[in-house]
């Protein structure tokens, strides 16, 4: 089946920082999901992202859905101690079953 | 408005034993699919359930099955618990044809010894 591949794994930032991460894939996706897991929580839905080159935003999250349709980008600006968590993205290429596949995550740590 | 909702929080089994999980989807969606989550890795997906009936499966053997009710609501049923069956369920509920942002609950954590 598909796989999604994150990156980075984790990554330690200072507060104030600005944050990267991104999702690839082999396949191609017709929407992609962002989502923040806290321990022990459910994910929480960051941001949806629906057309290839689609550059959205929720507050200080921004997120694009890629030209190519295989990867998907987030981005966090001005980072703050409640951002730390797992995020995880999610692709759906079948848009008919919403079978969405998650990648691994990534482990956000923010030093003070 | 009231989020996604499971239950029970937490739940202790042993192998063999069979357990039910339910889940009550946010007001307004239709569609409820459920998630495995092993400690350290992404959710995977069970199943979806739409209008009662099941839509699509992910690769999980026969012994998940589910129900969805005239509600919405639903049931993931697990029999024959191996040790490796323990994760985190999550139910993620959606507002069905066009609308695909999905909504998860807390979780259900299951301990399977």
């Known amino acids: 089946g598909q796989q999604l591949n994150q990156s980075p794994q984790s990554m330690f930032i200072q507060e104030g920082e600005d944050v990267s991460m991104n999702c690839t894939s082999s396949?191609?996706?017709?929407?992609w999901l962002w989502y923040k897991q806290d321990p022990g929580e459910g994910p929480v839905l960051l941001i949806a992202?629906?057309?290839?080159?689609e550059l959205t935003s929720n507050g200080r999250l921004t997120a694009q859905f890629g030209i190519t349709r295989k990867d998907s980008f987030l981005n966090i600006s001005a980072s703050i101690p409640s951002d730390v968590g797992i995020y995880f993205c999610?692709?759906?290429?079948?848009?008919?079953?919403?079978?969405?596949?998650f990648g691994p995550g990534t482990r956000l740590s923010v030093l003070p | 408005d009231a989020g996604v909702t499971q239950s029970p929080t937490h739940l202790i089994k042993t192998r063999g034993q069979q357990v039910t999980l339910r889940c009550s989807p946010k007001?307004?969606?239709?569609?409820v699919s459920w998630y495995q989550q092993a400690l350290g890795q992404g959710p995977q997906f069970i199943f979806q359930?739409?209008?009662?009936?099941?839509?699509q499966r992910g690769n999980f053997p026969d012994r998940f099955s589910g129900h969805q009710f005239p509600n919405y609501s639903s049931e993931l049923n697990v029999n024959a618990l191996l040790l490796g069956d323990s994760a985190l369920y999550l139910c993620?509920?959606?507002?069905?044809?066009?609308?695909?942002?999905?909504?998860f609950g807390p979780g259900t954590r299951l301990t399977v010894t």
């Open positions: 992202l629906y057309k290839a080159g």
């Open positions: 993620a509920s959606s507002a069905g044809q066009g609308l695909y942002e999905q909504y």
């Open positions: 359930y739409y209008e009662e009936e099941e839509r």
């Open positions: 999610a692709g759906l290429e079948d848009n008919y079953g919403q079978n969405f596949v």
């Open positions: 007001s307004g969606h239709d569609t």
């Open positions: 396949s191609i996706f017709n929407t």
